[in-house]
């Protein structure tokens, strides 16, 4: 299994900005893509940005030029450095990873116990 341990996140300021770090760890052959989902009440988990080993990310379009997605492969870990925060960034944020747990197996979704970011004043 593959578990998600996330951090960082909390109260950030409208201009601001924060960090989410998210660190893979368990028993698994090897982890595609990792990311960022996130959700607020009333609404779907919504894609925040992804990033596959070979560094290719993928940006939902209302955090393009705000948000940027690192990975550390050796580390599993990834990282979300998020600036110019607005309040509709508002929600729990869940690391989520997409990970082989022997050879030759599909790829399944893992999720972390997600953080919550506040944007405001």
């Known amino acids: 299994q593959v578990r998600l341990v996330e951090s960082g996140g909390g109260l950030g300021q409208p201009g601001g900005s924060l960090r989410l770090s998210c660190a893979a760890s368990?028993?698994?052959?090897?982890?595609?893509?990792m990311g960022w989902y996130r959700q607020t009440p009333g609404k779907q988990r919504e894609l925040v940005a992804t990033?596959?080993?070979?560094?290719?990310?993928n940006y939902a379009d209302s955090v393009k030029g705000r948000f940027t997605l690192s990975r550390d492969n050796r580390k599993n870990t990834v990282n979300l450095q998020m600036v110019t925060l607005r309040p509709e960034d508002t929600g729990v944020y869940y690391c989520?990873?997409?990970?082989?747990?022997?050879?030759?197996?599909?790829?399944?979704?893992?999720w972390g116990q997600g953080t919550q970011v506040t944007v405001s004043s």
């Open positions: 989520n990873s997409q990970a082989r747990l022997y050879n030759g197996w599909e790829p399944q979704n893992f």
């Open positions: 368990g028993r698994f052959f090897s982890i595609d893509a």
């Open positions: 990033i596959t080993t070979g560094g290719r990310t």
